[in-house]
């Protein structure tokens, strides 16, 4: 179904597997790979990871997370990833081109080239070792290499020239490279034409993505929001206390402190839920609707910095008591909330 382009009958089929194996590493890699094929990467990278967690140590859901890390555009994590597939992986052509083309992806430089060159002499007559070359080639504007490689790729195997049209799965990677060497070919690479009998290209099936995720994600997002509750919390007792403590020496400096700190702690708390929600913060707060005491826990710990602020700008004990009642309040509502 996912080599039709039915994207979504095909992760239908996948969750009922899930259904009775919700750890089965194989399915969740698939699944991984039907998001990222119909352009859904927070979808996939949390498949991804959930297929990472069972099968530890395996090269497809690492091959999966780089993927979705990569587009979405999480580059850091992504080159991490691939780092540690061509570390893990020496001796294994799948995992020396396919990691040598997603560090290209996230952070190209040497490393790449060398591990897709590694990749050319464990299967030389390999088409996509050579295809992965050229793309990380081009990356590096070695154009002459790029040109030479992608020729050789042809040679090898001439479905090459069109495998930017694939729909589906099973030929993912094979199609995500020669995209990317589509696009740097379009800026500065001539790059040869397959020679082939001129025969007009069947039109791609029609793709239909999953409507929505498979996973349920509504205990990774209520874990998350507790830990930005504790915190952000946390964050504004303490700094509620030593600017109390900070007014016996200096009011001023302890006004300027608590108005500083009560901005850090929003910005901080704010950036670390952006990078660990698989979803925007306002989505996440939409699907912990029904955890009530939690929703509350994040608005007042959205609300007590305030008492930091209204500290720096009024003066008084009495905006500092307020904000410690609140995130101790917002502390306790998710210490004693039942999972």
Not at 130 to 137: D, S
Request: no cysteine; proline share 6%.
């Amino acid at each position: 179904m996912a080599d039709l382009g039915r994207y979504d009958e095909a992760a239908g089929e996948i969750a009922s597997g899930l259904a009775a194996a919700p750890d089965d590493a194989a399915l969740l890699t698939t699944l991984a790979r039907v998001h990222l094929a119909a352009a859904q990467p927070v979808d996939a990278l949390a498949a991804a990871d959930r297929a990472v967690t069972a099968a530890p140590g395996t090269v497809g859901p690492l091959v999966a997370r780089a993927m979705a890390l990569s587009d979405e555009r999480r580059f850091g994590e992504a080159a991490e990833v691939a780092a540690s597939i061509l570390a893990a992986w020496p001796a294994d052509p799948y995992a020396q081109r396919t990691g040598a083309a997603l560090l290209s992806e996230a952070r190209n430089g040497q490393d790449a080239l060398n591990a897709a060159w590694n990749g050319v002499r464990l299967t030389p007559t390999d088409a996509e070792a050579h295809l992965v070359l050229a793309v990380v080639a081009a990356r590096l504007r070695l154009f002459d290499l790029a040109q030479r490689a992608y020729g050789e790729a042809l040679d090898l195997d001439a479905t090459i020239g069109d495998a930017q049209q694939d729909v589906g799965v099973v030929r993912l990677e094979r199609r995500r490279w020669a995209l990317a060497l589509e696009s740097l070919a379009d800026a500065a690479l001539p790059v040869p034409e397959p020679v082939a009998e001129e025969v007009p290209a069947p039109p791609p099936p029609p793709v239909t993505r999953p409507a929505g995720p498979v996973l349920d994600r509504s205990a990774l997002v209520a874990d998350t929001f507790r830990q930005a509750v504790l915190y952000g919390s946390n964050g504004v007792l303490i700094a509620a206390v030593l600017a109390a403590v900070m007014t016996t020496a200096s009011t001023g400096v302890a006004r300027m402190w608590g108005g500083v700190i009560g901005v850090v702690v929003v910005v901080a708390v704010a950036v670390w839920l952006t990078r660990a929600l698989p979803v925007p913060i306002g989505i996440a707060l939409g699907e912990i609707r029904g955890a009530g005491r939690l929703v509350a826990a994040v608005y007042a710990t959205a609300l007590a910095p305030l008492g930091l602020v209204a500290f720096a700008v009024l003066g008084g004990v009495i905006p500092l008591v307020i904000a410690m009642l609140v995130a101790a309040a917002a502390e306790l509502a998710v210490l004693t909330q039942r999972r």
